[in-house]
């Protein structure tokens, strides 16, 4: 392995990683770097060229040559799917490592990230093993004499921007299918969480990949997102991102009409009747919102719960997180880890003046934590709000913290009400030892995934996206990889004589 993230050490001294821009590991055309953060000790850990439009520019050329000449048109299917399959072994190989990077970027608990990066190979076996089982169509086509197929090709250079909670996770989502199905690719980590993305950059050159293939330029939104979303050769932008990022991307895209996929944020009900194994529930809760600090996408935000039960769960809520241990994410015993950036700290503490504001009453938690080994940290203690309405703005906008509300309700169709009454619809949980009603209920919920008697289940095998203001389009499962091929339709007249175009019938 070479490159400077080889040199990386544990300790506090500053590490300068490169970006990977056409097989070469460079320095940004600005000649500037930018800083991250641990947002466990809030020191300066990192450093990151500071891209802008002359970096994506060559990324993208360099992913365009890649996709039109040399090694990567020429390789079959199945040998495509190899490489991907060598770098699954490459990240299980290097998993501790990989998961290191993580938690210092974004402070999410160790054993979380380790746990990640250990599930991250599916994602490459699975999409590896998809490469060369696309296959076409012949139609039984109404023209006489006409023979018809249908194949799918690839698109060409994708764009694939990633977010700082999951970084790797959410980039691989992406980078799989697009892979297999024969594009190349820019990635742009956040600017919060750079560090596995250039990591894994060398995993890929140590595959085998071609030369520009693969790609990853480091900066900001504006400087690096933007041009890479505008780049007249990026045929597809796969975007993970918040909804006001989403909004932009999907706006600039449509000036040269690309392909754009969306995964954004949510609001998700978290929904428990009174019929519910309470135990079970409570854990649910706990990790639809506790877990990753509340900064996942899919985070069980909004708690829906029966009147009958709704004392008796917030009591049982309270009491279980009066145990969570907060503090060192490299801890195994930490059970809650900082969030991960400094606007990330004011918007939360922002949100919890705001339930306050609109009358709510704070039964756990409220404030930037004092907890002895969390001062320098970005720690903010667990929170629960009860006496939410639907109608405020904590119960409809989108927080990304450990902040949960509890909204009662009487009736099933009242809780059906409330859960799809928000701007979003990525995610739902539905708590009930009913069958009928879990059953029925799945289908009347807007979102893209519902679990019953479950909270936070993913895998790559089942497809994850969201509806309205949570985004467009699918990540995982075997449909995913049509995301990233355009299917073409040919017609062959294999006779000679073509009828005269100005006699018709
Ligand atoms: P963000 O939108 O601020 O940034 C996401 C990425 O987009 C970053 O790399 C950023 O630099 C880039 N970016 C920002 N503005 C851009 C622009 N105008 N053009 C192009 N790129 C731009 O989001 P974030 O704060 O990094 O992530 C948190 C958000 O991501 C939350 O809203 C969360 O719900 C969402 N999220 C969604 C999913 C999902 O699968 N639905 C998963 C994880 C996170």
Redesign the pocket.
Known sequence: MSGLTDKLKEGTHVERFHMHIGGASVEAASGEWFDSMNPATGEIWAQFPKADARDVNLAVKAAHRAFEDGAWPRLSASARGLLLHRLGELIAENAERLADLEVRDNGKLRVEMLGQMKYLPQWFYYYGGLADKVEGAVTPIDKPGIFHYISYEPLGVVAA??????PLL?AAWKIAPALAAGNTIVV?????SSASTVYFAELVAQAGFPPGVFNVVTG???D???P??KHPRVAKVA????????R??YL?AATDFKRVSL????KSANIVFADAALDDAVKGIVSGIFAATGQ???AGSRLLVQREVHDEVVARLVDFMKTAKLGDPLDKSTNVGPVSTPPQLAKVLHYIDVARSEGATCVLGGERSRRPGCEKGLFVEPTIFTGVRNDMRIAQE?V?GPLLVVIPFDTEEEAVAIANDTPYG?AAGVWTRDLERALTLPKRLKAGTVWVNAYRVVSYMAP???VKA??LGR?NGIRAIYEYLESKSVFINPKPGIANPFVLG
């Open positions: 921007i990633a977010p700082w909670n999951s959410l742009k980590p956040s600017e919060f900001f939104g504006l690096v997102g933007e890479l979303v975007f993970t991102g918040s909804e006001s990022g989403g932009s991307v600039n995964e954004l944020g949510g996942t996408c899919m989108e990304f990525l994850f996206g969201g949570s985004g990540e």
